[in-house]
């Protein structure tokens, strides 16, 4: 009897890919995050030499070596959503940081690879992150105090009413943030 296997290639699906990429990038930048974070907070080479180089003093890297590894945990760990945004910014502004001080420093491009890489890992564990580890889900309008529509589209006009005052805010929802941007155009009194 013979049998005729076909070998079809492994399909590897988005999502599945997404998720690789996602734990892929945070381990890395977990890892970087903690073991970084301990060395640079210890104060010990080679990032005591770099930072006195870029001209910062030594108390600033156990400073920023504490949040360091405390932006690894959180960049680990399950859920804490809005902290992990914090994190994240606060990694970009790490990351930024490092490398316009060795721009600044005229150092050569070799030395931004590591800080461009890393800006490449935080913006790609926080753009696969899973819904779980997602802050919030933007909201058309502010609510608290406020009676507004249900949503909005973004760029449109409208007034807030506080409850129980005669005044009204109108100003232009440009759908941000969170608790949405608004630009006030002018504030207005009611005449009913």
């Known amino acids: 009897m013979t049998t005729s296997s076909t070998h079809r ?6 999502a599945t890919t997404r998720v690789a990429a996602y734990w892929i990038s945070t381990a890395i930048l977990g890892a970087e995050c903690l073991g970084g974070g301990v ?7 080679p990032f005591i030499d770099t930072a ?24 680990l760990a399950p859920r804490l959503p809005l902290l992990k945004e914090w994190a994240y910014a606060g990694l ?8 316009f001080s060795h721009v600044w420093m005229g150092d050569s491009l070799e030395k931004l690879v590591g800080p461009v ?13 899973p819904q779980s580890r997602r802050a919030f889900t933007p909201s058309p309008l502010p609510t608290v105090g406020f009676r507004v529509s249900a949503s909005l589209p973004i760029g449109s006009r409208r007034c ?33």
């Not at 890489?117 to 992150?129: D, K, N, P, Y």
């Open 117 to 129: 890489i890393f800006i490449g890992l935080t913006l790609t564990s926080w753009e696969l992150r």
């Open 160 to 192: 807030l009413s506080p409850p129980n005052l005669p005044s009204v805010v109108c100003g232009t929802y440009y759908g941000l943030t969170s608790s949405a941007t608004w630009s006030n155009t002018s504030a207005t009194r009611r005449t009913s």
């Open 9 to 14: 290639p492994a399909h590897i699906s988005g």
């Open 92 to 99: 970009i502004f790490n990351y930024t940081g490092a490398a």
């Open 39 to 45: 060395m640079g907070a210890l104060r010990l080479p």
């Open 52 to 75: 006195t180089h870029l001209g910062y003093p030594a108390y600033f890297m156990t400073i920023l070596g504490v949040w360091y590894v405390l932006a690894g945990i959180v960049v």
